[in-house]
Nanobody, 123 residues
Framework: QVQLVESGGGLVQAGDSLRLSCAAS????????MGWFRQAPGKEREFVAG????????HYANSVKGRFTISRDNAKNTTYLQMNSLKPEDTAVYFC????????????????WGQGTQVTVSS
C-alpha cells in the first residue's frame, strides 16, 4: 500500500528557511504527481504546492509563490518543499500527498496522504 512519510518540520523564526521531505513507497513513484498541503489550527486543509509526475510542471498557492519551491527526486522516491522567508502565518501541519491516478500534470481530488509534520514559525 502507499506510504508517505514526511520529515523536516520544526520551530523556526520568521525569515528562516526549512526543507520538508516526503519519502514515498508502495507504488512506482515516478508515475504520480505529488503535492503539499497544510492545515492551520481551526482552518481547513489548503493546497500549497504541486508537481507533475515528470517534474516539469509546478503549481503554487498565491500565498507561497516566490517563497516556496517544490521538487522531486525520482531516484530517491522523495519529494521536497523548500520554504524560504517563512512567516508566522505559515504555521501549520504540512501534509504530503500523492495523486491516485497515473501521469497527472495537476493533482486530482483523489489523493493519498501522509501523517503530517508540524511547522511553527515564531515572530
Amino acid at each position: 500500500q502507499v506510504q508517505l512519510v514526511e520529515s523536516g518540520g520544526g520551530l523556526v523564526q520568521a525569515g528562516d528557511s526549512l526543507r520538508l521531505s516526503c519519502a514515498a513507497s508502495g507504488r512506482t513513484f515516478s508515475m504520480y504527481a505529488m503535492g503539499w498541503f497544510r492545515q492551520a489550527p481551526g482552518k481547513e486543509r489548503e493546497f500549497v504546492a504541486g508537481i507533475s509526475w515528470v517534474g516539469y510542471n509546478t503549481h503554487y498557492a498565491n500565498s507561497v509563490k516566490g517563497r516556496f519551491t517544490i521538487s522531486r527526486d525520482n531516484a530517491k522516491n522523495t519529494t521536497y518543499l523548500q520554504m524560504n522567508s517563512l512567516k508566522p502565518e505559515d504555521t501549520a501541519v504540512y501534509f504530503c500527498a500523492q495523486d491516485h491516478p497515473e501521469y497527472g500534470v495537476r493533482l486530482s481530488d483523489n489523493l493519498y496522504w501522509g501523517q503530517g509534520t508540524q511547522v511553527t514559525v515564531s515572530s
